[in-house]
């Protein structure tokens, strides 16, 4: 087993943008001490409010969004050795703010998501890492029902499923997923079906289990967790379950934010802004359906975004108002976390991503 592992952190670095003070400098390398829970940055690489990130391990690359109205994407090559970052180019995403980079199964395409617009962009990836051109741009239309928030839409994340023959898109201001068919050959995408949740619910980001028959979707604005049943052929989801993020008791604030599950698949995590928590979902293996075990505090302010690292030891917490990154260990069999007791000072943090194992 390595004895430390690679985590690159996105950051806010100029306003506006969603944190409290956007003081990052770009792109963080940090070096994970698998014995202790200890992190220490290692590097920099200068960026404009590169807020969320995705990785090919074979190439070895690195893209980000820049999250900014003139919306941007950034591919960078990465040193396996030093972990440092050299670009290799970038260009305009073609929409406003984009919040949420995917990469298909082959990375030979990137869909990037625009939460200022509501536009959903497919980029081509060449061999060599570079980003290509913008392929298409599809355009939401509609609103919701909170009308400071869902006036218009705003896609918070696209990723595609594990069959690589859909992409799902969390459209927070309309209440809904698009379910879009991915043709990799041409490339394009070409819209299944529009699936609405509960109005005001606000999807924001999801994940699936390891087959892709279930999707778990976190809604920022009810802080709920649902389940779906996903039928890759036809993109069809049916409802399965929907569950509270927050104790039966709690009576402030609080938005969600970010959701993953454990690589075993016997857990959920789920994070809250405002209670400052994670949610801890025990998962049943045949139905998909959770039950909550419990909450642990993150030690700091918005937990915009956490991480599992490969070998499911070890959790990573990034407190975005609070400047910090906590580390905590996850018991196999309970699936419950226990504060390692390192943090690690950080400005803005908002987004994890681990080198694979």
């Known amino acids: 087993m390595a004895e430390t592992g690679l985590l690159f952190v996105g950051t806010y670095t100029h306003e506006p943008s969603p944190a409290r003070e956007s003081s990052g400098q770009g792109i963080y390398t940090c070096r994970l001490t698998m014995a ?43 040193d396996r050795g030093s972990g440092q970052l050299s670009l290799l180019n970038q260009l305009e995403s073609q929409g406003a703010f984009p919040c949420y980079i995917a990469l298909d199964a082959l990375h030979r395409h990137a869909f990037v998501s625009h939460y200022g617009d509501g536009s959903l962009a497919l980029l081509d990836l060449a061999l060599d890492g570079r980003l290509g051109a913008v392929k298409q741009l599809h355009v939401h239309h509609g609103a919701g029902h909170i009308p400071d928030r869902q006036a218009s839409p705003h896609i918070h994340s696209a990723r595609p499923d594990p069959s690589n023959q859909l992409v799902l898109a969390a459209d927070l201001g309309t209440d809904e997923l698009m379910i879009y068919r991915l043709d990799a050959a041409e490339p394009q995408l070409s819209l299944l079906s529009r699936t609405p949740v509960e109005p005001g619910a606000g999807p924001r980001h999801l994940d699936f289990n390891a087959t892709g028959s279930i999707l778990y979707l976190v809604q920022e604005l009810n802080n709920n967790v649902s389940v779906f049943g996903l039928t890759p052929s036809t993109g069809v989801l049916t409802l399965r379950q929907t569950i509270s993020m927050l104790p039966p008791n709690f009576s402030g604030n609080s938005l969600a934010a970010d ?23 025990g998962v049943d293996q045949q139905t998909g359906r ?61 987004c994890l991503k681990f080198w694979p194992a």
């Open 259 to 281: 959701l993953h599950l454990h690589p075993a698949g016997r857990f959920l995590y789920a994070s809250n802004r405002g209670h400052d928590s994670l949610a801890i979902f």
């Open 290 to 350: 959770l039950n909550l075990i419990g909450h642990e505090a993150t030690r700091g302010e918005t937990p915009r975004s956490f991480a599992i690292d490969p070998t499911g030891r070890l959790l990573v917490v990034a407190n975005q108002d609070s400047h910090t990154l906590v580390t905590f260990w996850i018991d196999p069999h309970t699936g419950l976390l226990s504060f390692t007791g390192h943090t690690l000072e950080l400005p803005a943090p908002a």
């Open 36 to 78: 202790s829970g200890a992190l220490e940055i290692v590097g920099v690489t200068s960026a404009v409010n590169p807020s969320y990130l995705a990785l090919d391990a074979a190439g070895p690359f690195l893209y980000a969004v820049s999250e900014k109205q003139d919306g941007a994407v950034l591919a960078y090559q990465l």
